[in-house]
């Protein structure tokens, strides 16, 4: 949109997209909308309703959805068993949906409806090259005036997007194959894209401390697997962190960060987003 508008952000960089309460100005601007551009209910089941009383005679884009998206269901088995306020350990799948029913109860059914597809799939660049053709075909039956507009913007995004791909693939292939885990599993579009899986993940929660024999357990395991690198998220209490991989051989405890919280919102965020995560990633180069 650059050169004829400026988008609202409706949702902050550092807010927590399961869980969000939109503030009036926010709800004013969803319902002055002519497109909502959103990921969907499976990453913000709340925005649901929203959609519908709020901005009910916007466009409305779920990316998604979007023709060309590339897409994968919810990895179960592949992590440490979660923690959460509810069970002391239970299967990863069960984990990502209780720690966001804990975050939200009442949406708790509506994380199963769209059929276990990972939400987090912005972290794969192909998918962003994907959405932006299908974001300029929108705008410009909108806004025919400035199609051409349009088009030499998505031309150039597209252009930057695949030198990100280029640069971030051979930054990661320079790594190796590090051991390495993260805080909750979330990155697996990026994992795949830049082939460097992650050796599992496992959820603390941030609001209590594991119980003695959890982190018992962590460390048992950390240690088996040989893991050398843990990648927590902005939100979690360092001392947290230090307190459960202490003794174990883990040489790097660095942050990685989903959804560039502290990254000011512009039309570099998205390139600035990947290339820290992949900068993240290179501090455990095997």
Known sequence: ?????????????????????????????????QVVFWMGEGLTPWLEKAMVNVAGSAQKIEMLEVDGTTRYQFREGASFEGHSHHQEEISHSEEHHDHQ???????????????GVDPHAWLDPENA?????????VLSEQDPEHAVVYEHNA?????????????????????????FIVFHDAYQYFEKRFKIPA????????AEDP??????????????LGVSCIFTEPQFNPGLVNNVFE??????????????????????????LIQAMANSLSQCKQ
């Open 1 to 33: 949109m650059e050169g004829v508008n400026q988008p609202e952000l409706l949702i902050p960089a550092e807010a927590s997209p399961h869980q969000y309460s939109l503030r009036p100005s926010q709800a004013r601007a969803l319902s002055n909308a």
């Open 101 to 115: 029913a804990d975050e939200n109860s009442s949406h708790h059914h509506e994380q199963h409806d769209h059929q």
């Open 129 to 137: 090259k994907v959405w932006v053709v299908e974001i300029k075909r």
């Open 155 to 179: 031309n150039k995004t597209i252009a930057s997007l695949d030198q990100l791909i280029a640069t971030t693939g051979k930054q990661i292939n320079g790594l190796g194959k590090p051991k």
């Open 199 to 206: 050796t599992g993940s496992i959820s603390l929660s941030d």
């Open 211 to 224: 119980s003695p024999a959890r982190i018992a357990k962590i460390r048992t395991t950390v240690n088996k």
């Open 247 to 272: 003794g174990t051989k883990v040489s790097v405890i660095g942050v990685i960060d989903p959804l560039g919280a502290n990254i000011k919102p512009g039309n570099e965020h998205y390139t600035k």
